[in-house]
């Protein structure tokens, strides 16, 4: 809040200071004067009965002079430029000085008291123009002027003299108590203006030594000077209203410029109120917008002597409510006079006058424009200014809803408009700034949480159950952040988190603990879904200079973590040579498919009983010419984000039908197994390609088993049960992939169509020295055993885990315990060399001979 500047102490009894004074000279000339007039040793002698009558015309005209005044405001005070300098002039020749004195003081009295301004002003203005007045009338008694029969040019100098330095008295008199009272500045601001205004003196003194000849030459002239004066009073009073309507006009265009220069930014107040103030000429100019949105309720005030604004008004609160219920220009004072019920109120409050002006919007009130106090004690705000504040409201209110429209666009920049966080640009931003302010001791952390599945969930339940679930995730996060982080929504379920912490370890602590607490259950429509996210970690200065590159490095680390059981990754360089690979392979890999460059490697799969062959697994492998050896992880993850997987899918399973075929006319049938993404099964054409290769190379469907991972058929098990059907009708084997990785129940393979459960590696693995994975495999073989399912056990690497899957009853393993995956000419060496046949009920088969 703005505080008043101090004022000096005493405040207005200081005028006391100037006003004792005064008035003490203007008794003492007084005496004086009356002294000498009434003298008979003393010239002029005067003619006192004629000198009183002649007294009451000028009191008259006193007080006519005194109620037709130019008016300057100067802080909060106004002073008047009256045209009593004509009855002056006028005075100081035919009247005595006492009389002078006592008619001049009479008339102010009289004025002032009809004004009802405070004792202090009254006295102060009383004695100043008595000692006005004495002083005007000492130069004139101390030059022996006059021959008051004939009016010469030398009486009209010393006249002219007496009444400008009356005027000068009167001048220093208000500089003097303006300086004490309200300041040195102030004192200065009314001595300008002052000496401004004494060209107004010499006119009405020039006017009244014309009216002294007229009037000498022939006192009926006073006839036709009468005429004149009311003739002159008009037109003055015309020229005065339309030059303070020009002058309004001129004011309200520069101050409806101003509103439009700063409309788009947040200092409209500044440039408003002030000027509100002034051109209304009240003691406070008040802005009131009504809380909108995000925007809070704004209440600010100019005052006459504050150079800022105030949080304060005024104005009462139930005037106010009553303009803005009515939604209509509400005036309230002297001149306002169907208003008169809620004078009250303002006296109440301690306020004279006010003008209260709605804000529209459309239809609607967004706040008000008020002007309080008009300056002056005797003068009020009128229906004139009411027309002037509703032009300026008008505009006012564009300007509002043009900086709330830009500052709403502003927001929306740098806001994500789903769950109002910050969006990336907000992100880079902070983090350009956040960089170069680093501590020595500390980095700046970035954090990024990757949403798991929500494209699932837009794709099964609709993109307003996917927004749901975002917006609960951006409100669960934001509660668990710590309170000086940068919360932030980057991209479609990917989440910033930046913060500044003591090392990159410790960041790392902080991601997990986060990423705990925001595990767990999520209501979504009539669904609770569990949400899990993977975090990805890059800190400046270890893993970059600027925000892209971190932002783009936490990215990468965040796709890393997706396979991870802790599902937090730090970066490091090699994910992103990884990722420049997997992009540089992208179009090799269109062209490997298009020239069939990729091979199709072959893992055996045998039966624990009695060590039978029955099948393979078909894997695909690609040496690209430049970078070798692919990853499969690298190249299929390649596939599926360029569109290109349903192609590698196909041609892998073509290359084992090929086979298959083979080994048909061979009479050695073993069963193949091609892994399956539940994207693919998402193809409604899909079951249909099947069904036209088999039939393309006459293999029995039932040797042919597609293997689709767990995770991957949880998140679109609705979508994928149909395509899984019409697979099971065609006679094909389908085989549940990397059993327990999901977060399924064994319940579920009672629902889905599928013959066979392939037990994850991870957990075959570590059976022989974990006891936990252990009783999961035990569980596996026994419930799928129970639901009449075949068990495939993958990862069979020691002699020892070969029997405890033996011991449980697990029908078939795989691994590198039997053979790894091998090209097709080294698996028939694999074959001929590691197997011999044997006669079966069913036919000749191959059996190993044994493990090595």
Sequence with gaps: MVKRPPAPRGGAQRAWLITYPLAAFALICFISFWLNATDPTKKPQWDWAQSWLLAIPF?????????????????????????TDVPLVLAFFFLPPPLVIMVVSGAMLVHQVRSRVPATKLAFNVAKSAAGNSAGLLLIWALPLIDR??????????????????????LLSLVGVFSLVQGLRTG?????????????????????????VALKANPWSAVLLAILVAALVVILR??????????????????????RDQSAHSGLPDVLLGRVRALMQSEYATLWLAPQGRHPEVLLTARVEHRGLLDIAPTPDDIRQRAVEAKTALGVGARFPGSSDLLPRLQAAKVKDVIVIPLRSGQAIIGTLEAVNRIGDTRTFRETDVQVMETIAAHAAVAVENSRLVDRLRYDAYHDRLTGLPNRRRVIDALAEAVTVRAEDEVVAIMLFDVDGQRNVNESMGHAAGDKLLVETADRIRGIADPGALVARIGGDEFVVTLRAPSIDATIEIATRMRERLRGPMAVGSLTLDVNTAVGVSVYPDHGSDPETLLQRAELAANAAKVLPYGVQPFHPALESRAVRRLGIAADLRRALDNDQLEVYFQPKVTLADRHVVGVECLARWVHPAHGEVAPEDFVAVAEHTGQLARLTESVLVAGLRRCRAWADAERPFAIAVNLSARILLDSRFPELVRELLDEHGVDPGLVTFEISEPGMLSDIERVLPSLYRLRDLGVRLSVDDFGTGASSLA????????????????????????????????????????????????????????????????????YLFSRPLPFERLEAWLNAQTEPESTPTGEVRRLRAVI
Aim: aromatic share 10%; glycine share 6%.
């Design 748 to 815: 579920y393979l009672r629902q889905w169509p599928v013959h066979e459960v392939k037990i994850d590696d991870s957990f075959v693995q570590g059976m022989a020295t974990d006891s936990g994975d252990l009783a999961i495999v035990r569980a596996v073989i026994g419930l799928s055993r129970e639901f009449g399912l075949t068990v495939v056990a993958e990862g069979v690497e020691s002699e020892l885990t070969l029997e405890l899957l033996e011991e449980m009853g697990c029908e078939i393993g795989q691994g």
């Design 149 to 170: 029969d004939e009016a010469k040019p030398s009486a009209w100098a010393i006249l002219a003299a007496a009444a400008i330095l009356s005027a000068l008295v009167e």
């Design 238 to 259: 015309s020229y005065a209203e339309f030059f303070r309507r020009h002058t309004t006009l001129a004011d309200v265009y520069e101050l409806t410029q101003a509103v």
């Design 188 to 212: 200065r601001d009314a001595l300008r203006a002052g000496l401004s205004a004494m060209t107004v003196t010499g006119i009405n003194v020039v006017v009244g030594l014309v009216f002294l």
């Design 59 to 83: 009191f008259i005209a006193y007080l006519v002079a005194y109620r037709d005044v130019f008016n300057i405001v100067i802080w909060r005070t106004t002073f008047a430029v009256a045209v």
